[in-house]
């Protein structure tokens, strides 16, 4: 596949350094379910480091979006670049070691291990001891498992839930469930981290200290984060740049002050006046 | 909290084949145990390994599997064969029977890598099929082949004894005659020792790397790849690993009987072993090894009412079934998870709280 | 097994198209057993989304329920031609209450219980009926009358036993005409039941979704029930049809039938009621064929490892749903 000059419009926000290579960019970016076109002509830029939002109505195609940057589906049309390297080819396993780690809308956790499991199981690609060392409790298993029992330690410490490492994951409560996978897909060392609607089902302090937790999360991994969501606080509060999906179309672009006052992003949301 | 595999279980199931070990040798040395025991000593240890290695499979890996007499019987038939080759150049019993159980687990793991490759693109009842599928075809291919060695070496053929196995040479595998003539080299403490083996093969796997991403894959195949599991990789492991032992507990088998024929491993006994596991609990290898135990003797233990025996194992299994999913005596079993889950929501109110 | 090969050498001393023609139309015939058996299994599975081991086992209760109504039938002159319409009936009845007592007190039960459960539910039936038909009946074989055969006086006044029609050099056994026009009426039926009327639309609708069918006031436990009534008449049926053509009788002769015919029920798609018509005809054929050309003793073997490479190519069967999961 040709090598694709990058869109500047696909920039939601307008005054990013441009020497900053951006972590992900999608070139008309579509696919189709036998005809129906569920996305089309998605191009979005997102620079390091940077929170974008993705937001719409329900059924505007943006979980699917989030599944073909992943790719639990193929797309039918353009191009994904991850750090400037084209993903074309690249299965679901091979995208998350290229960088990009996810959460689901529906939680996706692994129900009957440890909340700690949970997080190393995210770090098996990262570990290199064989099948032999593992039957055999060689050097390297120790070495190995204890390294990732610290850092599955330090990454639940972001989120405070250290104390809740020997919990069976399908027990937890909600709200630590959706936590639990938010720092799953930190223990895969990813650039971009998707979120799919995080703060489903939280009640407002619960959500407040989530907005918080994906700001310290950003500060101290220094990555970047494309979120969905419906709760439009915390979409105007935490994110730099916003992309308004409908019908599988952005409709619009820009930072939340343009969105806000965007007449097709309302129109999209309240129906014609 | 109910953790699927834990260090303290391990433990308990450890000594639970020790104990069971120590004890049945000190019967066996006062004399106290029946003809019909001793002989069933070393099956019970074969149907042992059975269970946990398909335990691995169907419980921690979670796909079932219809299939898994077929492994036992490339173990046993190649694992056999093998001893009976190498009956003049290794004259102590104990060694000639440890290559033919690692010959047989190589080989049974060859097996299961080739049944792993459809395994990996199929799912569920589909993948079911595909496992009793080859162990139909295994049961075949054994029922018609003839293998001879002589001083030239191996020859093989299918269907019809052309393998022209020179007269100083030996007819070792006579299709469905099976091998006849089999020096009973296995024993109980050999069997004790493969149980160990495999519970140590079993129990280090799954608690390493590569048993959580097992489980990982058992629980959400979707979210493993999404968090970058290798899901062929894994899966392969799981399969491959469950057939060598597999393999091994089928040369450990029929290395206690002076025949073997390949329909002694059809889609019963492929059954028989998946009700061991199911019965013994999921991923639970403790059960899985008392199921085995208590179930092959059981028939036997039934024998005074003789024609009913079936029938009533049979019966049994089902309402061994219908109890064990019965609404209250699940109720009771949940109390254990109960305890867990509202300790934890009463830590969250304590952290609300403060 | 004897009596195939001998059926199956008798076959290969003939001419090559003759032959040909010959393999097809045994192929058929007994495609259209497994069919048959496979329609009982995949309409259970489809509505109540497990395999029901004892399905083979209930082909076996069949064919003997059918052997000793025909035995005890002493029917006068003319009306004995109907004799093996009422036995396959009254097979039909008892495998049909067989069919739902076991619904009721084997899986009923386990309605919500884990699918592994009732697999082994369904395999403990299995033995249960196999030993009860071993206590009842014991294991000596016994020989299946012959059904479809009529008697008629030649030219010299002879009485001769007629047991196929003749086509030019081709001849076709009744057992083998009347066991596929069975089979495709059965087929029509069913799919004009599950299309047209309302039963049969329910049933669609609880394999679709028990709970919502629920609450749309369909009685989720009688079309259930109705299901395994169909599926357990069917192979009360089949089981006639199978020892007319095979007359060997002893308690295991459902088993591999009964695995193959689940096997047939997956090639096609399990769930899909053509998928399970057409990967039974399609095993039949297969079978006899790789019998013919290939070998007797190997061609379980072959015959599985098409599956397995059907499956490979089509991971849910011929006629089969891929089921996306919503992620």
New interface residues.
Partial sequence: MAKLVPVPSGSMVPDRDINKKPVLECVDLGISFGGLRAVQDFNIIIGPTEISGLIGPNGAGK?TVF?LLTK?YQPTQGTILLNGKDTHGMNTMQVNRAGIART?Q?IRLFDNLSVEDNVKVAMDANMHYSMWSGIFRLPAYWREEKAAHEKALELLSLFSMEKLAHIQAGALPYGAQRRLEIVRALATNPSLLLLDEPAAGMNPSETAELMENIRKVRDTLQIAVLLIEHDMNLVMNICEGICVLNFGRIIAKGTPEDIQSNPAVIEAYLGKK | MRKPVSAPFHFLTYLLVIGAYAALQVLQARGELSATMRGMLVPICAYVVMAVSLNLT?GVLGE?SLGHAGFMSVGAFLGTSTAIALQDAVPIPGVRLAIALVVAALCAAVAGFLIGI?VL???G??L???T???G??IK??F??LYLGVDAKGVHIS??EDTTNTAADGRLIIQGPMGIGGIQKISTFTAGFVLIMISLIVIFNLVGSRAGRAIMAIRDNP?AAQSVGVNLIKYKMMAFVVSAALAGSAGALFAMNYSTVVANKFD?NTS?LI??FV??GG?GNMFGAIVAAAVLTILPEALRPIA??R??L???L??VM??T???PFVKAIFNRFRQTGQIQLEADDEEKEAA | MNFIIQFVNSLTSGGGTYQLLNHIINGISLGSVYAIIALGYTMV?GIAKM?NFAHGDVIMVGAYVCFYAFGAMKLPGPLAVCAPLLAICAAVVVCTLLGVTIEKL?YK??R???S??V???A???S??LQ??A??LWSSSPKVFPSFFVFRSVNDAGETVTLRSVQLGSLSISFVTIVTIVTCIVIMLSLTWFTGRTKMGKAMRACSEDKAAAQLMGIDVNATISLTFAIGSGLAAIAGALLCSAYPNLVPTTG?MPG?KA??AA?FGG?GSIPGAFLGGLLLGVLEIFAKAYI?V??S??VV??V??VV??VK???LLGRTVR???
């Fill in positions: 979980t599944n639990v689901f529906n | 169907v079932l459809p693109r199929l799912n009842d589909y079911a099929i595909v009793l599928a080859f139909e075809i075949a291919i029922n018609n299918l269907l979707i889609f059954i998946l009700v199911v019965l999921l024609e009913y079936m029938l194992y049979a019966v299994l089902i079934m219908l064990a999913n019965h | 599975y395999l084997a039960p386990l919500a219980a884990p592994l459960a697999l082994i539910t395999i403990g039936v033995y249960f030993n009860a071993l206590l088993s695995i689940f096997t997956v399990i070998s003793q190997l379980d073997a599985f490892a599956l397995i499956l490979l991971p849910t069967g999961e919503k992620v």
